[in-house]
Nanobody, 123 residues
């Protein structure tokens, strides 16, 4: 069955960094666009970053541009989110997702979702 399993979240101080991992199985990973989304308490889920099949095209939310980097390794069926210079506003549950149809910032374009990993930025 399809699985997306996120890991790498945790508690970090402002200005710190984390690297999130999303391990995929049960589908042809290299044929799917991959994205990261996040949801903070009391807020709607929002787009963070997305990457094309081969990794040559990436999209970012304005709030994370220049601080976060999305990448993927199709040989390992894994997508990554490197998060640098973290801010308290980055606190959220982070989800990875897979889309077959197109590279998108819209969550309704994504077919598969992981369970999420908590990221907390606090001193």
């Amino acid at each position: 069955q399809v699985q997306l399993v996120e890991s790498g979240g945790g508690l970090v101080q402002p200005g710190g960094f984390l690297r999130l991992f999303c391990a995929a199985s049960g589908f042809t990973f290299s044929s799917y666009y991959m994205g990261w989304f996040r949801q903070a308490p009391g807020k709607e889920r929002e787009f963070v970053a997305a990457i094309s099949w081969g990794g040559s095209v990436t999209y970012y939310a304005d709030s994370v541009k220049g601080r976060f980097t999305i990448s993927r390794d199709n040989a390992k069926n894994t997508v990554y989110l490197q998060m640098n210079n973290l801010k308290p506003d980055d606190t959220a549950v982070y989800y990875c997702a897979a889309a077959f149809s197109r590279l998108s910032r819209s969550d309704n374009e994504y077919d598969y979702w992981g369970q999420g990993t908590q990221v907390t930025v606090s001193s």
